[in-house]
Each structure stands twice: as structure tokens, then as C-alpha cells.
């Protein structure tokens, strides 16, 4: 299956989010067990603090800078950047940089997590998102 980023569903959780979602694969596309999909964190934009149960959670930053945080440990993250987020451990993702914050963020299994995402309204790429989502391709 071929998924194209500047072409995915497009979801924000809540609308005082400052993070959003676009949608790559997941148990509704693609049927996967997990949930692949490009975060994009606006300028000052954190997840809040959460955990996972039985889920893993991967970041991979694609664009821009940041700090992650898990169990009380911050660790500054950028482009070309990996965190793996076990089972259990509270973490927030925060974009500290002067512009957006871009992820490939994968979670395995899913954990009802892409059914929060699309219950959130849609959003539209601007010409950023697409810029650096194209540039990815």
C-alpha cells in the first residue's frame, strides 16, 4: 500500500491543539495494527504529558527542533533524531525552535490512539506542511 503525506487525512484532536496529525496508516487505512502518521507541532507546540499501557511509541524528527521528555528526563532532539517511548513511561514532545516541528511518529499497537485522531476535527496542510512533506518524498 502507497500512502502520499501532502495527500493524508488531516486531523487535529482538539481544537486548542497545537499539534495535528497526518494520517499514513492505520487500522481504518491499511488495516495496520499500528498507526503511522506525520506529527506536526506548531511553534510552542507540546503533546500533553501522556502513557501508553501496551504500546510503544517511536518519533523520528524530520524537521525542526525540540525537546523530549520521559519520566522526568529532558533530551534535546533534532532533524535526523530518534525516541523510542516503552510501555508505561509518561512523555511529552515539545517544538522549541522557530519553526514547525516535524515527526514520523509510529505507534505499535495502537492503542485506540488513531479513533482519538480522527474523532478531532480536519485540518488543512498549509503550504509549509507541504514544502517540507513534499521535500520527503
Known amino acids: 500500500m502507497l500512502a ?33 502518521l506525520i506529527e506536526i507541532f506548531r511553534v510552542g507546540g507540546a503533546t500533553p504529558p501522556n502513557t501508553h499501557a501496551a504500546a510503544h511509541e ?6 525542526g527542533e525540540g525537546i523530549a521528555r520521559c519520566d522526568g528526563k529532558a ?11 516503552s510501555p508505561g513511561a509518561e512523555h511529552i514532545v515539545e517544538n522549541t525552535g522557530a519553526a514547525k516541528l516535524y515527526t514520523l511518529t509510529v505507534m505499535t499497537p495502537n ?25 520527503l518524498l
Not at 75 to 85: E, M, P, Q, R
Request: hydrophobic content about 40%.
Open 4 to 36: 502520499n503525506a501532502r495527500l493524508a487525512d488531516v486531523f487535529q484532536i482538539s481544537p486548542t491543539d497545537t499539534n495535528y496529525f497526518a494520517v499514513l496508516f492505520d487500522p481504518q487505512r491499511g488495516g495496520s495494527e499500528a498507526i503511522f
Open 75 to 85: 533530551t534535546s532532539v533534532n532533524k535526523g533524531d530518534a525516541i523510542l517511548v
Open 58 to 63: 517511536f518519533f523520528y524528527v524530520l524537521e
Open 111 to 135: 492503542e485506540g490512539f488513531s479513533e482519538l485522531i480522527r474523532s478531532g476535527r480536519r485540518v488543512e496542510l498549509d503550504d509549509e506542511d507541504r514544502r517540507v512533506l513534499g521535500g
